[in-house]
């Protein structure tokens, strides 16, 4: 398995959010005000930075 540097994981992970409707990435510090840039669906999960498997 690959190491896990912190740098590139905070780079990748932090603030970024995905909408339960279109599965898009969205780079927001505030999602509860936010929307989704493609669809307009205001429901946004965190990224997974945990991986099954």
């Not at 959010?17 to 429901?43: F, H, L, Q």
């Amino acid at each position: 398995m690959a190491q896990r540097f912190e740098e590139a994981e905070q780079r990748v992970f932090e603030n970024v959010y995905i909408c339960r409707r279109c599965n898009a990435k969205n780079k927001t510090d505030n999602p509860e005000k936010t929307s989704c840039r493609k669809c307009g669906y205001s429901d946004l999960r965190k990224k997974n930075s945990q991986f099954a498997g």
